[in-house]
Structure formats: C-alpha cells, structure tokens
C-alpha cells in the first residue's frame, strides 16, 4: 500500500503560478510512475502530467509549456509547477503512483488537493 498526500493548492489569479507538492511515508521514487491529474466538477478526471522512474516526462497538450513535473529525492517528493493559470485549470488536483510488478499493475492515489483559479 503506497499513501500519497498531495499538498500546496489554493485560490491564485489568472496568470499567476502554483507548485503542487505529492509526497508519501513509502519511497516514491519506487513508483514506476507519479502522475498529476485532475478533475473539475462534472468533468472525468484527466491525467496533466507524468514521470516515470527514470525521469522521463509526459505532458498533456492542456500542460505544454506551462506546467513542469520535477522531483526532489531529498524531499522524497514530486511537484508540478503550474505557470501562467488559466480559470479552466480549476480543479481539484490528484497525485497517483503506479507500481508495476511481474504479477500485478496497482494504482495508488492521493486525496487531492483544490486548485482554483479566479480574479
């Protein structure tokens, strides 16, 4: 069982940034993947960005060169730095771990954490 707890949303205005922090008691570094999805209301949850273990990044086209995944060992934490917000981008903001092994594919997520973005 993998814990995720995802800190660092709040209320920010269009154009301006937030860093979302996804943290856990485990190593995370063990993960094969950390992703950052999220889901606004009445919305399917979508994935925004992913990094595997070998540090290979993967953007979706609605993050492309606005959001950035990074992760800090020493912290035993993955952020995503989210620049130049738009008020589409409110939602409330998940982290997930997928640990692969030879028998099993198993997805562990965060409780999420709220992003809005307002004037």
């Known amino acids: 069982q993998v814990q995720l707890v995802e800190s660092g949303g709040g209320l920010v205005q269009p154009g301006g940034s937030l860093r979302l922090s996804c943290t856990s008691p485990s190593d995370i570094f063990s993960a094969d993947t950390v992703g950052w999805h999220r889901q606004a209301p009445g919305s399917r949850r979508e994935l925004v960005a992913s990094?595997?273990?070998?540090?290979?990044?993967y953007y979706q086209d609605i993050a492309e060169g606005r959001f950035t995944v990074s992760r800090d060992r020493v912290m035993n934490t993955v952020y995503l730095q989210m620049n130049s917000l738009k008020p589409e981008d409110t939602a409330v903001y998940y982290c997930?771990?997928?640990?692969?092994?030879?028998?099993?594919?198993?997805?562990?997520w965060g409780q999420g954490t709220q992003v809005t973005v307002s004037s």
């Open positions: 997930s771990a997928q640990m692969i092994t030879q028998y099993s594919v198993a997805d562990y």
């Open positions: 990094v595997t273990k070998s540090g290979n990044t």
